[in-house]
């Protein structure tokens, strides 16, 4: 059953944040509560897409799910200033739905999971506000993808600090406005047409964040729960045995290389065996709270 928050981050975002919890019949001491930030250009229906649902599966190993639109997204509040949607300002507005959440769930651990620009949301998140007892990082990485910048927008966003602050501008000029409509896969095949299903608006300052070399790399350096990694062996995000090395202070990090696949691996032929790789970490990671 969709849910709805109404949030309020200062003056950047007042609105309504839609999400769904899908919980099994009874919990266990193994179950973890799993907050899922969906990437650029889908929404938090990429989760449970019909036919290669993440979800589903981990409601079967016996974990609580969180799906959730970040503001801009989905069935979520769009302002009209998408450029004031900020990774803090998504940061803030995400801990206010897990903080809503979790009080059904006393005592439950709460991994923070993301795919793509939502793992980067998810470490952001964790930064600001410690929310997690460990983090499942989806085809990300801190190296960016420089290779799609328009002449001149690499030069702007090398440095970190400058790009912080003139993030709306460079977003503005790589992409020319503050959302981009859905660009469905027009192929035929299922994983193309699930994945049509859930493609929504890209909100540009997070992509363009997300894109930067760098993007959260002083926030990776400080993260010490336990980290997974997974990402496709042919992942856009580059090598995947390189991604490992941003999580310079975390002692207790998993990686695995889902096979055959692209960014997308809940849609690769891998896919059953990330779900059961995902599911054996669980159990022994993110300790539940006494």
């Known amino acids: ?119 980067m949301l998810a470490v952001v998140q964790h930064d600001l506000f410690a929310d997690f007892g460990a983090l499942v990082l989806l085809c990300f990485g801190t190296n960016g993808l420089p290779q799609y910048f328009k002449p001149g927008i690499a030069e702007r966003a090398a440095d970190t600090a400058a790009l912080q602050a003139g993030l709306a501008a460079i977003a503005a000029d790589q992409f020319g406005a503050p959302y981009l409509p859905p660009l469905p896969d027009p192929r035929q095949t299922p994983a193309a047409d699930a994945m049509r299903r859930v493609h929504d608006h890209v909100v540009t300052v997070i992509a363009m964040q997300a894109m930067a070399p760098g993007n959260v790399a002083a926030e990776m350096a400080r993260v010490t729960v336990p980290v997974f990694m997974a990402a496709g062996d042919r992942d856009m995000t580059g090598p995947p045995h390189l991604l490992p090395a941003a999580a310079s202070a975390c002692a207790d990090l998993a990686l695995h290389v889902v096979k055959a696949s692209g960014h997308h691996v809940f849609v690769s032929p891998g896919a059953p065996r990330l779900y059961q790789r995902l599911a054996d970490w669980l159990a022994t990671h993110a300790e539940n709270d006494e």
């Open 1 to 119: 059953m969709s849910q709805r928050l109404t949030v309020s981050v200062g003056s950047a975002f007042a609105g309504e944040i839609a999400f769904d919890v899908l919980a099994p019949a009874a919990l266990s001491p193994a179950s973890r509560l799993l907050f899922c930030l969906p990437g650029g250009g889908v929404n938090r229906g990429y989760f449970a897409m019909p036919g290669f649902d993440f979800a589903a599966a981990m409601v079967a190993a016996g974990h609580v799910v969180v799906l959730v639109d970040p503001p801009g997204v989905g069935q979520s509040t769009r302002p009209d200033d998408g450029y004031a949607l900020s990774a803090a300002v998504m940061a803030a507005a995400l801990h206010a739905v897990l903080e809503r959440v979790r009080g059904d769930f006393p005592g439950l651990a709460v991994v923070g999971l993301g795919h793509s620009a939502g793992a």
